[in-house]
């Protein structure tokens, strides 16, 4: 059985750029992630091939035809070239919690990442949640600090949106009805 230990998620930090217009947010990197120090770094996670279809028609025609798609020849540095490219940001709410193994439902005494860092250099008009549970931490934990950013600022909260999760526990979705309802929520042509 896993142990419940408290961790911080400083081993990587936010990807973004000041084109970034879509903040993707998990909950805290998984097990993988932390080893690998980059985000959806569990190879079941469909994460990076709905990236591929968002970015590539022909690979999203592959998705649609239940055709699998290899991300196997992609770098850390060609994932985060992709979601750059896509104008996407990608981070986690959590900045550090006590966490038993990769199970968000085991998250507690939660400290929030300050999205200030994002909002600040990049004209994020969306932040999109990676699941369920990565939607009820930002709005129970970081919600209330974005919000007073905003309006401290006198600018509008970006759209917060819950997709659904690209986890492979997530498996009453295929990768087909993930890239489409993915495709659809952010709005990528």
Known sequence: ?????RLDHRDFGP????????????SFPSVKSREA?????????????????????AVMEDV?????????DLSTEDR?????????????????????GSSDASIRDVQVNDMAVILEAAPIRKIACNGAASY?????????????WCLARGIPVPEIIKLPSSSPANAAWSLKKLAEAWKEALAVS
């Open 1 to 5: 059985m896993a142990e419940t230990k």
């Open 37 to 57: 120090k980059f985000y959806y770094g569990h190879p079941q996670n469909r994460f990076w091939r709905i990236l591929r279809a968002l970015d590539d028609p």
């Open 64 to 72: 649609r035809a239940g055709r699998p798609v290899d991300i196997s």
């Open 136 to 148: 009820d931490l930002f709005v129970k934990h970081a919600l209330p600090e974005v919000e007073a």
């Open 15 to 26: 990807l973004y750029d000041g084109q970034s217009r879509v903040l993707i947010l998990g």
């Open 80 to 100: 985060a070239a992709l979601a750059r490219r896509l104008h996407f940001a990608l981070w986690d709410t959590i900045e550090s919690c006590l966490i038993t």
